[in-house]
């Protein structure tokens, strides 16, 4: 479970945001800073839980991180003002994001090479759960008890969380631990960041990338006012879009021993592509059914599902020595980018699909273009 929170925190609350809208008299761009403030706390923690760790230890961390995450929840079920959710989103999202980045650590603890990739499938096969699962529970939860009853799921799950921890969990971390080093990381990153075998895969997995976070932070505002549906409706077309990224992600398991990855990125930008175009187009006519927004998702997300995870490999495969600066900045950067796509969705929201659809179209066109222009040529060299 930990390993998905930062899913959880997202696709539960989704289904809120365009009933705290109402609830508060806000107007829905105000209601969907919540999301975005939410991503920011995620794009900080991704960078400072790993580090932090590697020097008091996975147990201490881990809990002080999920007690931010039961706080944040607790007070939030008593906000009295968006823009008092919106700050306590961010802190949720600090607090959350420990959960993968300590899960991943612990397991690079305990574990190396078949062993560790073993235990790492499993914890993805959670991780595809959630983004199904979340949006139902929190559809369920605001039919029974309004928005505040998601901030009580919240909280009943960091506390569960935090039992079992505080409880179960034994420290991993190494006995000798050296002091945070942030000159050090500052100086890996740095030189990450000038080496285009990291900046070509990065740039062509960041762009589509965009396109899921565009659409995750917008659909609520984009189905339920201005598709008119129910927040339980869209709660149920969203999980099936997210089976998109499911089914993606086991035809990209079987295919890549046969294909390799360069192919598997080629494959997944094309098929992006054409579902932002898709998209776009249907946006641009007119189209107001909620099929013209679900189905071309779906094949996106299909194709993000074959180019994301062969991308990280590519960006991390030359950089064993660097691999938790990789894993960091491969973690954090899409948070913090798209929390200024977030924040620019909100503002350009007409009651329409059309901004939305062409936020993520653009963002397949630049995936494709990436791939195409840089990735090939650096990606292996």
């Known amino acids: 479970m930990l ?48 580090p932090v760790s ?28 968006i823009d008092e959710i919106a700050l306590l989103r961010l802190a949720q999202g600090i607090g959350m994001s420990s959960g993968p980045v300590i899960a991943r650590s612990i397991v690079r603890d305990l574990y190396a ?8 499938a499993r914890m993805m096969a959670v ?52 002091p945070v080093a942030f ?23 960041i762009c589509a990338q965009m396109g899921i976070i565009a659409f995750v932070s917008c659909s609520a505002l984009v189905m339920v006012p201005a598709l008119r549906l129910t927040p339980a409706a869209f709660s149920v077309l969203f999980a099936l879009i997210m089976l ?7 035809a990209g398991s079987r295919l890549v021993a046969r294909t390799g990855i360069a192919r598997m990125v080629r494959l997944g930008a094309s098929l992006a592509l054409a579902a932002g175009l898709l998209l776009a187009a249907l946006a641009l006519a007119g189209a107001s059914h909620w099929s013209a927004v679900v189905l071309p998702m779906i094949l996106y997300l299909f194709g993000c599902a074959f180019l994301i995870p062969n991308a990280t490999a590519a960006a ?47 963002s397949a066109c630049a995936s494709f273009a990436f791939e195409r222009l840089w990735f090939r040529k650096h990606a292996h060299g």
């Open 3 to 50: 390993v998905a929170l930062t899913a959880l925190g997202m696709d539960m609350f989704l289904p809120s945001v365009p009933v705290l809208a109402r609830a508060f008299g806000a107007e829905p761009g105000a209601a969907q800073l919540t999301v975005t403030t939410y991503l920011l706390g995620l794009a900080a923690g991704q960078l400072a839980w790993g």
């Open 54 to 81: 590697d020097r008091y230890g996975r147990k201490p961390v881990l809990c002080a991180g999920l007690g931010l995450f039961l706080a944040a929840s607790l007070w939030g079920a008593h906000g009295r003002s």
């Open 113 to 120: 090479r078949e062993r560790a990739a073993h235990l790492l």
């Open 127 to 178: 991780f595809g759960v959630v983004p199904v699962a979340a949006p139902l529970l929190g559809g369920a939860a605001l039919t029974l008890h309004g928005w505040q009853a998601v901030f009580w799921v919240y909280a009943g799950i960091a506390l569960a969380l935090l039992l079992a921890v505080a409880g179960g969990l034994p420290e991993t971390a190494p006995a000798a631990r050296a």
């Open 183 to 205: 000159a050090r990381l500052a100086g890996n990153f740095a030189a990450l960041l000038r080496d285009p075998r990291f900046r070509a895969p990065l740039a062509t997995m």
């Open 244 to 250: 998109g990224q499911i089914l993606g992600g086991l």
């Open 316 to 362: 991390l495969s030359p950089f064993p020595q660097m691999a938790g600066a990789a894993s960091s900045l491969l973690g954090a950067l899409p948070f913090g980018l798209g929390a200024l796509v977030s924040a620019g969705l909100a503002a350009a929201f007409d009651g329409t699909m059309r901004p939305l659809a062409l936020a993520v179209c653009a």
